[in-house]
């Protein structure tokens, strides 16, 4: 006769789906902040993460509907409005004197030219040093709104709102 069980309840967090706590460990391991992005329909988030025995700590916080100040006038849950919270996220970094992060998706999945890595590829631009594999960065015209304008008859101003964000 069977004397215990052999199911294991997972984690609540596994249960949810929130997260996957064999890749959390070896990215909290190294010591390094996170570049932690998340993207929804309507929005995208960028934060800058370290680790606390007490709990995670947000250092910067960034979202796309915070584009708005800078002349943004497009969709936020594109790749352009990602690209630019990248860039956002990367400049308020660059203020309080963070250079390295580590690039964490979370339960994403990793697809080559996502929007996921279109926030990577904003935050490169805007100075910061993160590794990465180049083939999986969006291309060019995704970044800068050629797709949407195409079929939109809509005039995106990426450059433009990237240069106020820079110069800000």
Known sequence: MASGTIYKVERRRRRQGKTDYRKRYKTIKGGERRLVTR???????????EY???GDKTVV???AKELKKYGWNGHNG????????????????????ITTAVFDIGLHT??????VFAVLKGALDAGMKINHDPKCLPKEERLMGKDVESFRK???????VKQKIMGA
């Open 39 to 49: 993207i929804s329909a309507n929005n995208v988030i960028a934060q800058i993460v």
């Open 52 to 54: 606390s025995a007490q």
């Open 61 to 63: 916080n960034t979202t």
């Open 78 to 97: 594109n790749a352009s409005a990602a690209y630019l919270t990248g860039v956002l996220c990367g400049k308020k970094c660059a203020k309080i004197k």
């Open 110 to 115: 990793p697809v080559h030219g996502s929007n």
């Open 154 to 160: 809509v005039k995106l101003n990426v450059a433009g």
